[in-house]
Each structure stands twice: as C-alpha cells, then as structure tokens.
C-alpha cells in the first residue's frame, strides 16, 4: 500500500456503488482507480482536478487498482466558487483525460499541473485567457514546445491573436485583449494542435460548454 497524492480528472460509473477515477499522479501517470464513495462525501471528493491524497491498493488479479483513505488536499474554493472558473475546470480536466494516454507520465508534469491549478485557485480576476495559456504550456510540459513556425498550420487566420501568447510571460498573457469568439477560435486551434503531436483525436465535450461562456 503507498500513499500518493493525485489529480482528479474525471470519473465512470461501474455498476451501483462503484466508480472508476481517472488520475494524474507523479507515480502512475494517467490511471484509473476502483473506488467505492462513502455516503458522508460522496462524489464530492472526485470534482474535476480535485488534488486528492489516498493510499493505493494493488490488486494481484487485476491492473484495475482501488484507492483507500481518501483525503481532499484542497478545497480549491476559488474555483468551485465561481461558475467561469468552475466550467474551465471541467474543461481542462478533459482535455487531460483526452491528450494523456493511460500509464504516461511525462517528468514534472504531474507537478505542473498541480500548479496550474492551485494558480487559477487564487485569481481573483483577469483569467479569461486561462485556459489558452494551459494548452500552450501543456505542450511544453508534454515535451514539444510550441513555436511560432510549429504552430502556424493549425492557427492560420487566428495566428496574429495567438502570436503575443507566444512570447508573453504569464501575468502579461492574462490581459491580452481578445473576443470570446477568438478565445473559442484559439482554443479549437490548439487543440488540433495537442491532437497532431499526441497522434489522437482529442475532442473535448466540455468544450461547447466553455464555447457558450465566452460567446
């Protein structure tokens, strides 16, 4: 039994009482857990990029692992606080679900995103362009950094508003103007981006949802 800490990011339903929990953790990468949730929590534990600490139970007949003593590290009320923060929530747990494939685990990543989370957690404002920025500095945490010359086939059109992303730092990319007609456009850019670097398809069903946000 190891205790772990890990990333929430999304969950299946198996059978009444019993849910599989798709993970992001330093030790296991992306991996799905049995989990069987109490009455007193629920599946309250298991929102999307909840940052969980739980003992791992190896199952000798099965990869199909189950978590134990699950604790929440973080409530993330900023998050779960407020409803544009919330969707992007939902959407950039996702598209982790979608880009990882199960058992990869790139070095740092698992730490990284733990940041990236923990940094939309305390915004008290100006994170519209939040999720862009995560999916340009996914690649990099992925292994393939994007550059202007890497990226110009999947923007196209929408290259001149994606361009300043590039090269701006963080707290300078959060306040780059932009429609949320170009937000939708870029977002939809990067990830045909993720899609051809990770060789899969990557569609994201959130992603109407944060769509309707930021009409």
């Not at 994170?127 to 890497?150: K, Q, S, V, W, Y």
């Not at 103007?177 to 456009?185: K, M, V, Y």
């Not at 990830?191 to 946000?213: D, F, G, N, P």
């Amino acid at each position: 039994m190891e205790n772990i800490e890990l990333i929430v990011l999304g969950t299946t339903k198996v059978g009444e009482n019993a849910v599989v929990v798709h993970t992001l953790s330093k030790e296991y990468g992306r991996r799905g857990f049995m989990v069987r949730p109490g009455k007193k929590a629920g599946m309250a534990l298991f929102l999307p990029l909840n940052i969980l600490e739980a003992d791992v139970v190896e199952n000798p007949k099965s990869q199909l692992w189950s978590l134990r003593g699950m604790v929440l590290k973080d409530g993330l009320a900023g998050i779960r606080g407020n409803v544009h923060k919330n969707t992007m929530s939902l959407f950039l747990s996702e598209v982790l679900f979608r880009t990882l494939h199960d058992g990869e685990n790139e070095d740092g990543l698992f730490e990284w995103c733990v940041g990236q989370i923990l940094a939309l957690n305390v915004m008290e404002a100006d994170f519209a362009n939040f999720h862009i920025r995560f999916l340009l500095e996914l690649a990099g945490a992925m292994g393939f950094r994007p550059t202007f010359d890497d990226i110009a086939p999947f923007a196209q059109e929408h290259l001149k508003e994606l361009k300043p992303f590039l090269s701006a730092g963080f707290s300078e990319s959060m306040l780059l103007p932009l429609s949320g007609a170009s937000r939708n456009d870029l977002c939809e850019s990067l990830l045909q981006y993720l899609s051809y670097h990770t060789e899969s398809a990557i569609q994201v069903k959130s992603l109407a949802v944060l769509r309707e946000l930021y009409r």
